[in-house]
């Protein structure tokens, strides 16, 4: 009997986004998990398997896509087979603004989970629940040097002037669809970031919510920089188009 190694030991893999039909952004979506799924798990996955499971989804709505690995309960032991499953489950929020925190969990560079979008989300969870009983939207995870990396569920980008700054992808974060599609058309800076009283705006942004301009992370307060966060929110939002 082939038994959840998704259950059962976190190995899966898991993808958020709103649906619009098979879009550029989409596409994005499922080669991350693709490469992922290929990387992890030696599970090579085809077209035709997500063209399977696409027709349950509803267009406009927030979706997921999940990969779950099948095999016996022996936790070292690689899966055997695979099943995707796909699912829509609300309209697309729309969040004004966020304030964040930061998390009392650091997570090592070393740490290959935080490179891919696996159901080993415990750290994740359990910062976003404390954040939020402290009255903040979400909490900034920081390496073990203290250098910021991402949000328990967004990547973040900061602004000082005119220059948009991002973590540096060697102090560890996910890299995010929709980081991918901002820096098609903006200069990114990616630098190593601890001193964020340094900024004058912050963002963070992921496939559901798109650009959301942070006010503040505990103490320190940032701007609302509306007319960038349009222009972010254009491009994300054309990407899902076609």
Do not use: W
């Amino acid at each position: 009997m082939l038994l959840s190694k998704t259950l059962l030991h976190a190995q899966g893999l898991f993808e958020t986004f709103v649906y619009n039909g098979y879009t550029r952004n989409l596409r994005r979506h499922i080669a991350r998990l693709t490469n992922s799924s290929m990387e992890l798990f030696d599970i090579r996955l085809k077209e035709e398997d997500f063209f399977k499971i696409l027709p349950s989804l509803r267009e406009g709505f927030v979706s997921k896509i999940v990969l779950e690995t099948l095999g016996d309960d022996v936790f070292y032991k690689k899966p055997i087979e695979f099943r995707l499953t796909a699912y829509s489950k609300n309209p697309r929020p729309r969040l004004k603004y966020a304030t964040l925190c930061i998390s009392d969990f650091r997570r090592h560079t070393l740490d290959p989970t935080i490179y891919h979008k696996t159901t080993n989300y415990l750290m994740n969870t359990m910062s976003k629940q404390k954040a939020l009983s402290r009255g903040f939207y979400d909490a900034i995870f920081l390496n073990e040097y203290g250098y910021v990396q991402e949000t328990s569920a967004a990547n973040i980008l900061f602004v000082k002037g005119s220059n948009i700054y991002s973590p540096h992808p060697d102090d560890g974060f996910l890299m995010g669809t929709t980081l991918s599609i901002v820096q098609e058309y903006f200069n990114i800076h990616y630098k190593s970031i601890k001193n964020i009283e340094e900024f004058d705006a912050c963002f963070i942004l992921n496939s559901v919510i798109g650009a959301v301009p942070v006010i503040n992370i505990e103490d320190i307060d940032f701007v609302i920089n509306e007319d960038l966060q349009e222009a972010l929110n254009i491009c994300i939002d054309q990407d899902n188009l076609f």
